[in-house]
């Protein structure tokens, strides 16, 4: 049997924070159907797990939200064999007991997006996945049980509004989140975690609050530098709680590939197209989304 790889995805700090942590790193430029992806996977080790790293905003964090080449990047990384995904992404709080440093492990998503390819079969065919549960449970588990042995405060649940961007919420659009329901805010993580479904990726996503959003109104007598200067200290410190639970993750004995799981399955039930009535160059195309 070949060596399992376990993909990361990292977003704004960790994408650049995270690689320095991989070791005997060997650069894979990858060519997929949907163009290319954020950049070349670098591929190696982190503690004695293989990894393929992602840095999703590209080289200098020159891609915003929308520019993400989101099915690119997912394809890639399913090329390379990657069956398992965790990803990590900056948010901002929508609950008072969700502080600036903390980290999340993500059950569910609001998806508000409308700019971004959000699945791989437009020309395929039907295809509908199950999406109830957007996460991998199982994995989202094992990073929560991880998480108690870093001392970073983590919690082991939390719903996700992933707002197209570039622009931050108006405070009306901010406490309409909180009435939701919503724990978080962010820009990136949809068409991701949908595109991994498609996949039949075991996803999970580890959110890393930079401040509260723009519900709580900050202090006005602290200047827009002050402030700035403030979050993106709150985010350095989150990508390194992200980073060591990552580590933890990854270097804690349990089997993070599982073929059993439903999620490597999620295809099984989900082609309506009958067969004969399929794009057959299409499916060869998207061969390894079937794998």
């Given amino acids: 049997m070949s060596e399992e790889i376990i993909g990361v995805i990292g977003g704004s700090g960790l994408g650049d924070a995270l690689a320095e942590h991989i070791k005997n790193i060997e ?32 080289k200098a964090h ?17 090329k390379l064999g990657v069956r398992t995904l965790i990803t990590g992404g900056a948010v901002g709080s929508l609950q008072a007991d969700i502080a ?31 999406f109830s549960h957007p996460c991998c449970e199982r994995l989202r588990q094992t990073i929560v049980e991880a998480a108690r042995n870093i001392g970073v405060v983590t919690h082991d649940k ?7 961007g570039p622009q931050f919420s108006t405070r009306a659009e901010s406490l309409m ?34 401040d509260y959003d723009c519900w709580k109104e900050h202090d ?8 700035l200067k403030e979050i993106i200290g709150n985010l350095t410190a989150a990508t390194q709680n992200a980073i060591a639970l990552i580590e933890a993750v990854l ?37 390894v989304l079937f794998e």
């Fill in 27 to 58: 650069y894979q430029d990858i060519d997929t159907p949907f163009g290319k992806p954020s950049g070349p996977v670098a591929v190696g080790y982190l503690g004695a797990r293989k990894v393929a790293f992602l840095n999703r905003h590209g």
């Fill in 62 to 78: 020159t891609l915003s939200p929308s520019e993400v080449p989101y099915a690119a990047n997912i394809f890639a990384l399913k």
């Fill in 100 to 130: 600036p440093k903390e980290l999340v492990v993500v059950d569910q998503f609001i998806d508000k997006t409308f700019r971004r390819q959000s699945s791989f079969f437009a020309n395929f065919g039907a295809v509908h996945c199950e």
């Fill in 158 to 164: 939390g719903t996700y509004v992933c707002m197209e």
């Fill in 177 to 210: 989140h909180r009435q939701w329901g919503a724990d978080l805010i962010g820009m990136t993580a949809m068409p991701e975690a949908k595109l991994a479904r498609e996949a039949q990726m075991c996803y999970a996503l580890i959110a890393l609050a930079s």
């Fill in 220 to 227: 006005p007598g602290v200047g827009k530098h002050e402030l």
């Fill in 251 to 287: 270097t804690a004995d349990n089997d993070l590939c599982d073929a059993t799981c439903p999620c490597r399955k999620s295809l099984e039930l989900a082609v309506w197209t009958p067969n004969e009535a399929q794009n057959k160059k299409e499916k060869e195309k998207l061969g």
